[in-house]
């Protein structure tokens, strides 16, 4: 049974990978900094090249699938693999979509009223998009108390500087930030740099 993608990790490392290649390595580097989940984005040509090569090389790690738009997106993350669907909207095709495949979705909101009608389509778990610029920690902790049946994934603009903020608040299972898998780190092929800065974010919590 697959947990929930909100409890697997303090951490959800957001990937855009431009070399499939590097995939395995990567997703190898977060499993050994103790991150059991990542999300790999529809952003890039080698996307789904690497959703395979994970899918089947690391089955150990949860693997998702974001930048997810279309219900066209759905099926092709899901026939490649993927175990969890992110998308920084919510739609009710794509949510029909990933119902229609049984894959777990986490969509994104940024407002109260988008908040309501994803609560509308059954869903109570959220991301948060784009976090920062949406609000932050003090618009997800006001939240809570008009709607505690929800949980959220905060991301966008999320750093190891203010994910503790985010993380202590009771409505928030884990945050999403590419901060682990940033440009530098994976333009270097480091994946020594990727196990440590997962480490550090596994202590954030
Ligand atoms: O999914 C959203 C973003 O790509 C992650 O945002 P970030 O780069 O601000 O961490
Ligand atoms: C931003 C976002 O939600 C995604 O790329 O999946």
Known sequence: MVPSVLDVSPVIPVVVLEDAADAVPLARALLAGGIGIVELTLRTASAL???RAVATEVPEILLGVGTVVSAEDVARAVDAGAQFLVSPGTTRSIVEAARDRDVPL???????????????LGLHELKFFPAEQAGGAAF????????????FCPTGGVTPANAPQYLAL???????????????VLA??????VEELARAAVALR
């Open 49 to 51: 090249d690497a959703v």
């Open 106 to 120: 986490l969509p994104g909101v940024a407002t109260v009223s988008e908040a309501l009608a994803a609560l509308e």
């Open 140 to 151: 997800l902790g006001a939240l809570r108390s008009p709607l505690p049946q929800l949980r």
């Open 170 to 184: 009771p409505n928030v299972g884990c945050v999403g930030g590419s901060w682990i898998t940033a440009p530098d």
């Open 188 to 193: 270097d092929h480091d994946f020594g740099r």
